[in-house]
Each structure stands twice: as C-alpha cells, then as structure tokens.
C-alpha cells in the first residue's frame, strides 16, 4: 500500500479523506510543507499539500532527494508551488474544481452582509441594542457588478446576481464560450461598476490587478468582493482607497501575505501586520479566513479527485489534472 504524507492538515481535512481512502495508508502533519519540513516526507511515496504551503524550489528539491516524486494539491490553485523547478523533477497534480456553488455563495454572502451591516446589527442585537443608525445598505436590484474572471466559479455568480436583479458586465482575457455575458475592457469594468467581484486565477498578469492605478479609475463609492486569490489586490492601494471613500467597503476571504497567520488562531497573540490589523479594525471591511471553499460538497469532491489524481499516477494512466510549465507562457494545465 502507497504511503501519503499529508500536509497542513485540519480536522475537516480528515473527513473525507478517510471516508474515501481505500488504497493509501495516509499519515497526516499539522505542518505546513515547506523547504524545512519536506523532510517528513521520506519514506513516502507521494505528498498531499495544500493552498498556502510553500513548495519552493528547494521543498521540490528535499522532496525528490526522498524519492517523493508526485506533489498533489487538494485545491485548484498552485501558484505556491515553483512549477518551472519541478519540470522533469516532481510531478505536480491539482484539483481544478471542487464547487464553484460554495465559493460563489460565499461571495454573495459577504457581498449581502457587507452591504446590509448584517454582521454589525449582529454584534449591536446581542447587546439588546436595537439602534438602525449606521446600518443603511443599498438595494442590489439594478445596480451594476463588475465579475473578473468568467471560469465556472464566475459563472455562478453571475446567475445569482442575475437572480437579485443586477447587471453584470464582465472581463476574462480568455471569455467564456455560448454565453450572453456582456464583456467590456477592465477600464469600463473598473469605471461602471458598483461592485467588483473577482473570480480569477493568480498570474503575473493579474497579480494586483487592484492597484492604485486601477483603484483611481473606480466609481465613488464601490463595493470589492475577493474570494479568489489574496495577491490579486495591493493591499496597502486598498487601505487607501477605504480611507479616501473612493471604496464604500471591501469583503476579503483572502489576504496577500495570509499564509502564515489563515487558518490558525492567533487570538491570544498580537499580530505584527500592520496592514492586514488596519483592515480588520475598518468598520467597512469584512475579512473571513479563506473559508469560501468550506462546504460539505467542496471537501468531499476535493478529497475524490485528488485520490482519484493519485491512483491515475500510480496506475500510469494519463493526468487529466496535472499540472505542467510552459516556458511561453508559464504554468498552465496539461
């Protein structure tokens, strides 16, 4: 029976995993897999990581130097992992979707719940305080939103966005096929939106495609939504559009530099980031721990098709989801 080490674990990791697991015996490490800790992988035949590890050129290296020659990623992101390094060394398997429901009603949550205060009137009632002021919203039917990104999690949440009423124009470098989306330049996005979705993957290209650039050329008073990848937003151009007005309020379930502080608790610890400490303490920020993805549905197909991607490894037969370097145009999806 194959050996899994398996990385960055969390107790709803275990769940299904162990539900699911017929043909691997699975040892599972609170650690995040990094350069430092690929060592526990010796005497392992594949390792099982996660979004915000760090497979760095020199994990790859630790890793194949222990004879772990297969990396699967139980989500669909991989821009941690230095998939330039690993070509010819390490093969490298992900989970392109899992459910784009989850994430795309996550999004619409934080979007109804930024808008509406509800997580104030939630904090004021529990103190029999029953005071509306400072709880105005906006009504959502016939505003516009702006979606960046038109993959199967975008897609989603245009038809709930539909079903509020809202108009929706959109941009994707690469627009979805026998749609009836309405694509405009990000420029029109970024100038007629009331709020801005995102939905995209991490690139070069995208990478702070929120800026102080793009955050100038945004309607007075708009609403940001990224439940997507935290490097797509410059977080301190972010601060200052919050503190001129230009964005009435922001909902983050991912943060550029949360690798190190999502998914732990760190209440009984002061927290030396600035930037992210000034976001939490806005009244007009929301901020979940990158927790979109949390569903019963999104953990039980994540942990099928990343057990799926391995007996497809170890069985050769061909990897529908690996993914491989393309020195042209850098990671792309076999």
């Known amino acids: 029976m194959k050996k899994i080490a398996f990385f960055d674990t969390k107790p709803y990791d275990k769940v299904w995993f162990d539900k699911l697991n017929k043909n691997y015996e699975i040892e599972y490490f609170d650690s995040k897999l990094n350069r430092k800790t690929a060592m526990l992988a010796n005497g392992f035949d594949a390792a099982v990581a996660f979004v915000n590890d760090d497979i760095d050129a020199g994990a790859i290296d630790r ?17 941690n992992v230095d998939i330039k390094h690993a070509l010819g060394k390490l093969t490298v398997l992900h989970v392109p ?30 103190d029999f305080n029953f ?3 400072g709880l105005t919203g906006t009504d959502l039917h016939g505003k516009t939103v702006g979606v960046i990104g038109t993959g199967k999690i975008g897609q989603v949440f245009i038809g709930i966005c539909r079903g509020f009423g809202m108009n929706v124009i959109a ?4 627009p979805a096929a026998d749609t009836d989306y309405k694509y405009v330049s990000l420029d029109e996005l970024f100038s007629s939106s009331d709020f801005i979705s995102l939905h995209c993957p991490l690139t070069e290209q995208s990478h702070h495609i929120i800026d102080r650039a793009s955050i100038g050329k945004m309607k007075q008073g708009v609403f940001i939504v990224n439940t997507s990848r935290g490097g797509l937003i410059d977080s301190e151009a972010l601060l200052g559009g919050l503190n001129d007005g230009v964005i009435k309020g922001a909902a983050l379930d991912v943060y550029e530099e949360e690798s190190d502080l999502f998914f732990e608790d760190y209440s009984n610890e002061v927290v030396l980031d600035e930037v992210l400490s000034l976001l939490v303490s806005r009244p007009n920020v929301l901020i979940t721990s990158h927790q979109a993805f949390l569903t019963d549905e999104a953990l039980e197909k994540i942990a099928e098709i990343t057990l799926k991607n ?11 989801n690996e993914v491989v370097y393309h020195p042209k145009d850098s990671a792309a999806v076999k």
């Open 63 to 79: 890793l194949t130097e222990n004879n772990v020659n297969v990396l699967a990623m139980r989500c669909s992101g991989y821009n």
């Open 97 to 126: 979707y899992y459910s784009p429901y989850a994430v795309a009603e996550h999004a619409m949550a934080m979007l109804l719940t930024l808008n509406r205060r509800l997580h104030k009137a939630y904090n004021r009632t529990r």
């Open 131 to 133: 005071s509306l002021n």
């Open 171 to 174: 941009y994707d470098p690469y």
């Open 310 to 320: 391995l007996d497809d490894y170890f069985a050769g037969k061909p990897l529908d």
